[in-house]
């Protein structure tokens, strides 16, 4: 059973550019949330997508911008990248509020 | 963001030794959730627990969930070497089918030298 999968792994943007990240959530959950995990921080939430709806919002200006598709799987955008904007990102899976799964998330360097 | 307060933020293990560690908030949550994180990786669940005072363990991993519904602590029986990593407590409400999780910075152990 293939739990929450992100991809890229890793990527490298300039200041200025656009990045999407993906994530295919557990099999069984129909809900999906974005973190950005800043080094030696704990996660913060970005939003939460349910039934292809942003569902819940952190406190994340608008350049950071999400989709879910009708398979649950889920993209993030990032536009008009910062420096402060590099930091693991990490993906969890959920139905219900139960059985939070997180991927192993995506190392963003912006340069 | 908001953050739980979790502390130690740092401590060393000697294999064999017990070690404790606490999460407290200003909010009460309905879920309390501890997961490690191993570099590199994304943080793996070890415990879940869904009501005040229930006292659930994994192995030699003993969570609590307190009664004021404030606060949890996460005790490790035995450490052994593979228990180094970063273990994160996490908040949740969920209800309405919205919910996200609000996580403390974080205790990381290491091995003593």
């Known amino acids: 059973d293939a739990g929450v999968t992100q991809s890229p792994t890793h990527l490298i943007k300039t200041r200025g550019q656009q990045v999407t990240l993906r994530c295919s959530p557990k099999?069984?959950?129909?809900?999906v949330s974005w973190y950005q995990q800043a080094l030696g921080q704990g996660p913060q939430f970005i939003f939460q997508?349910?039934?292809?709806?942003?569902?819940q919002r952190g406190n994340f200006p608008d350049r950071f911008s999400g989709h879910q598709f009708p398979n649950y799987s889920s993209e993030l955008n990032v536009n008009a990248l910062l420096l402060g904007d590099s930091a693991l990102y990490l993906c969890a899976s959920s139905s219900r509020g139960l059985g939070y799964t997180f991927g192993s998330g995506t190392r963003l360097t912006v340069v | 963001g908001q953050q739980l307060n979790q502390s130690p933020q740092s401590m060393f293990i000697q294999e064999g030794e017990d070690v404790s560690m606490n999460c407290t908030s200003s909010s009460i949550f309905n879920t309390w959730l501890w997961y490690k994180q191993d570099p590199g990786e994304g943080p793996v669940l070890l415990i879940a627990l869904y009501k005040a005072g229930e006292l659930t363990s994994n192995g030699r991993l003993t969570a609590q969930f307190g009664i004021t519904r404030k606060d949890s602590f996460l005790n490790i029986s035995a450490s052994i070497p593979s228990d180094v990593g970063i273990y994160f407590c996490?908040?949740?409400?969920?209800?309405?089918?919205?919910?996200?999780?609000?996580f403390g910075k974080g205790t990381k152990l290491s091995v003593k030298p």
């Open positions: 099999s069984g959950h129909d809900t």
């Open positions: 997508y349910y039934e292809e709806e942003e569902r």
């Open positions: 996490a908040g949740l409400n969920y209800g309405g089918s919205q919910g996200n999780l609000i």
